[in-house]
């Protein structure tokens, strides 16, 4: 028994001592076969369902890559700094990550090595697997070659920025090519500002100074309109010139002092530019009303060689023609030799039937002598001319025509000539001594002038033609006796701004807004005119504006008048207005257009004139005829 209890006892002991004993020896010499480090490795190397992008729903970051910026920590010059060291990793990461991104949007970036690649391969390198038992010297070597690195992508994405930005740029520079051109000119407006004040006037030095400034930057400045004309120490003199500024800012301290004095500046500038178009509208109508030397010797020249002549050869062929109603028939009314050549000339150039054309030209006693030589010395081809003198009219006197009657007054004569007026009209366009002439009138008197024609095509002396105008003739104007185009485009050109609408004469006749329309090429029908007795029409308007109540002097407000539900609109592309005032007519238009015309002061034939319209006027001269050439007459 004694054995047997024995033999139960060392059992029981051996089933609970032994794993005491066999767990809690620290000698024992069983161990894992795994490290904890292998472990670790084989839970990350686990994926799920064999497919490593089922848990990631964005794409992920290679290995290399994670594990290069993770390697990568910035030297810190401070010893003590409060970053930690996964701080300082994460800051590099955002750091290198924003170089990265900014440099995808240069656009040409498919041209150039790949700045992603770059850091990412540079920090592969870097990023070995980390030896704790790695010395201090390989860790500064890593820095340093970090270092190398973020300053290399720097500079790379400092280059590329500007041509990731060039097209943006490139625009504004357009729009800025005259930016200096403006600071400069401010800063002068300023520097005057600053000569004026009395703080600044107290420091002789800065005074001095700020002279030299002034012209050291005119000097620079000159006629420049924009930033490529001014010369290459531009900006240095620009950059002195705020230097010196900043001074007088310091000095003059009180801003209310330096807004009035600019206000006193504005009000000043402002009346001088009035006073100033004032003076440049004057001069210009005064340089329009003058007849130029060239001008004033061509007719002289013509007139002693038409008197040289015999009885015969002062006579022009083809002088039955001029009462064909078959032809086409053109009416001018001009004292200008040279206008009138070039009328005629650019109107049988563009004719597709040069002998179907009669050309009648009247003008006054001073020039008829001459026009007839010019015409005589230079026959337009095939073309028929005829040029009649005004003065043997002798139907057309003052007890006939009130305007006639009107233009002899002491009162119109004193109107235009006296040197200073008490009620003069602020607008001097309507004191335009032409006015005076009654060949600016004759418009009006179409029928009785050439009493045997049926249709007559009117054309001023300041047209150009520029292609054939026979198809004129055969517009249908629909009962209506002036055939022209409208010009109720611009605002301008409306009733209104020709005839005085607080009249009741006018006001309860006629439309404010009505549209206007062109002299210059107008298709009349002399049938209909003398159906509709328009020139007792006319008469009759004029004996009512006797005292110029109704309109200014001219001829378009009258024709409003006269022809006031009698005009026919036709195509503009027959008639382009605007070359006598307008710099910006369009160069389309002028091409397409059958006549140009240069209504306004700045005729071609000037020296004012506009030069870009030049061309298609003097083209029509011939500058080496001997007649222009002894009037020294150039382009």
Known sequence: MVKLRNLVLFFIFLTVAAPILLYSDPAATFKTPFSKRDFLEDVTSLTYNSDENRLNLLPRESPEVVRGLAGVVYAQQNSDSSLSESSQRQEARDQLSARVLSTTDDENQSQTEDPIKQVTDAASELDKPNDMHASDDNSQNKERMHLQLTQQTSKKVDEQEPKALGAEKERGNVLMTDAKVKHLKDQLIRAKVYLSLPAAKANAHFVRELRVRIKEVQRALGDASKDSDLPKNAIEKLKAMEQT?????QIQDDCSTMVKKLRAMLHSAEEQLRVHKKQTMFLTQLTAKTIPKGLHCLPLRLTTDYYALNSSQQQFPNQEKL??????????????????????????????????????????????????????????????????????????????????????????????????????????????????????????????????????????????????????????LKGNVNGAVETCGESFHRFDRYLNFSNPLISKNFDPRACGWAYGMNVFDLDEWKRQNITDVYHRWQNLNQDRELWKLGTLPPGLITFWKRTYPIDRKWHILGLGYNPSVNQRDIERGAVIHYNGNLKPWLEIGIARYRGFWSKHVDYEHVYLRECNISP
């Open 323 to 476: 009462e064909d109603n078959q032809l086409y028939h053109y009416a001018l009314f001009s004292d200008n030799v040279l206008a009138a050549s070039v009328v005629v000339n650019s109107t049988i150039t563009n004719a597709k039937h040069p002998s179907k054309h009669v050309f009648h030209i009247v003008t006054d006693k001073l020039n008829y002598a001459a026009m007839r030589m010019w015409f005589l010395d230079n026959p337009p081809g095939k073309a028929t001319i005829q040029v009649q003198n005004v003065e043997e009219f002798t139907w057309l006197n003052s007890s006939y025509s009130p305007v006639l009657k009107q233009l002899s007054s002491r009162s119109m004569i004193d109107y235009y000539f006296r040197a200073h007026h008490t009620n003069s009209d602020t607008n001097l366009k309507f004191r335009n001594p032409k006015y005076l002439s009654i060949l600016n009138h004759l418009r009006f008197y179409l029928p009785e002038i050439f009493p045997k024609l049926s249709k007559v095509l009117f054309l001023d002396d300041d047209i150009v033609v520029q292609k054939d105008l026979s198809g004129l003739w055969s517009v249908d």
């Open 245 to 249: 500024l900043a001074k007088g800012k």
